[in-house]
Structures are given as C-alpha cells and as structure tokens.
T-cell receptor
Framework: KAGVTQTPRYLIKTRGQQVTLSCSPISGHRSVSWYQQTPGQGLQFLFEYFSETQRNKGNFPGRFSGRQFSNSRSEMNVSTLELGDSALYLC??????????????FGPGTRLTVL | KQEVTQIPAALSVPEGENLVLNCSFTDSAIYNLQWFRQDPGKGLTSLLLIQSSQREQTSGRLNASLDKSSGRSTLYIAASQPGDSATYLCAVQGNTPLVFGKGTRLSVIA
C-alpha cells in the first residue's frame, strides 16, 4: 500500500506571496492532519480534516487554511507569507476514528523557505 | 495544557554503546505514547507505540518503557550503530492531536 505523499517536496517563496501544499493520504484513510515543524517551536499541530470538514484546529493565525476533497486529498494554503513561516510542513493520514484511537502515518514533508 | 520535554537535546556516542533517551510529559491522562525517528529533512517514521495500559514495547534493538503515573518514558537503544544517527521524537496522544517533544539529536560515531 502506498504511503502518504506530499507535493511539492521543496518550495521557495518570497514574503507576501501565498503558497499551496498538497497531501495525498494512504488509500482508505479519511482523515488528514497538518503539522508545522520549526527548529524553535518543534512540531505543532495546524488542523485536521475529516470527510471534507475541519474537525480540529491548532493555534495558528487565519493565514493558514486548508481543505479536503471528496477523495480525501488535502491542501494547505498559507497567505501573505512571513519569514517565520519557513518550516517543514508534515501531513499525516489516519482512518478517521478520531483522537485518541487513530494512528497517524506521516508523509515526507514539504520544506518551505520564505525569503 | 500537555507539555512534552526530551532530554538531552543532543547526544554523541561511540558505536556499540547502549544508550537511553528520555521523555517526560506533564499530563498523565494520555492514551498512548509514540517514539518516532526523523532523518535530516525527512518525515517521521514510527518506531514504537506504547498504549497507556502497557509498561513497555520492544522492536529489535529498541525498547521503550512508559511510567504514566510519573509522566516518563525512555527509549533504550542497544548496541548503537552509525545508522541509528537521527533525531528521536516522542509524542503523547490524549483526546487531542499528538503533542511532540522537540527531540533528541543522536550521533553514533564509527
């Protein structure tokens, strides 16, 4: 079974631009979660989508948004990029049973650099 | 609010040594605890998952223990190898998304 895939793997943007990242979950998984990883803050939860609806949300500004499609693929969008948005963005998929029973499987991440 | 701390932040050992990585958490109301491995610039690979009702889990040279009441977990790596060099993260699962520690960066020197 194919794992979680994320595209693109690397992105370079400038301040003020917007960016869209994509995540394709493991076949049969209906939940996709997004995490941001920075050297200073570590791994932090952004949001979770299940059946095309945002089910959980972390403590990030509204510039961070996401959506999920009927095939469970998910996109994450960051508008008006800031230097501090430079990070590794990881997505994780799971069956969708909800916390705490779901086991999450992580993708390789998208490395975003904001100049 | 759950907080997860990992000590030490970095560790360098000679090949063949046995070593222990530490993880502590502030809220003992967890469902499970996972240890992950992350290679530079890469995603996370799950190593071991311990349910809250369990005391330890083993996989090959890895052994993870959990003491929920004291809010501690350890990851024991036996006979370390250069290929074990990576960052090791622990994460706790409650009725919330996973909460991660900042990791221990391990270097095993040949």
């Amino acid at each position: 079974k194919a794992g979680v895939t994320q595209t693109p793997r690397y992105l370079i943007k400038t301040r003020g631009q917007q960016v869209t990242l994509s995540c394709s979950p493991i076949s049969g998984h209906r939940s996709v979660s997004w995490y941001q990883q920075t050297p200073g803050q570590g791994l932090q939860f952004l949001f979770e989508y299940f059946s095309e609806t945002q089910r959980n949300k972390g403590n990030f500004p509204g510039r961070f948004s996401g959506r999920q499609f009927s095939n469970s693929r998910s996109e994450m969008n960051v508008s008006t990029l800031e230097l501090g948005d430079s990070a590794l963005y990881l997505c994780a998929s799971s069956l969708g049973q909800g916390f705490p029973t779901d086991t999450q499987y992580f993708g390789p991440g998208t490395r975003l650099t904001v100049l | 609010k759950q907080e997860v701390t990992q000590i030490p932040a970095a560790l360098s050992v000679p090949e063949g040594e046995n070593l222990v990585l530490n993880c502590s958490f502030t809220d003992s109301a967890i469902y499970n605890l996972q240890w992950f491995r992350q290679d530079p610039g890469k995603g996370l690979t799950s190593l071991l998952l311990i349910q809250s009702s369990q005391r330890e889990q083993t996989s090959g040279r890895l052994n993870a223990s959990l003491d929920k009441s004291s809010g501690r977990s350890t990851l024991y790596i036996a006979a370390s190898q250069p290929g074990d060099s990576a960052t090791y993260l622990c994460a706790v699962q409650g009725n919330t998304p996973l909460v991660f520690g900042k990791g221990t960066r391990l270097s095993v020197i040949a």
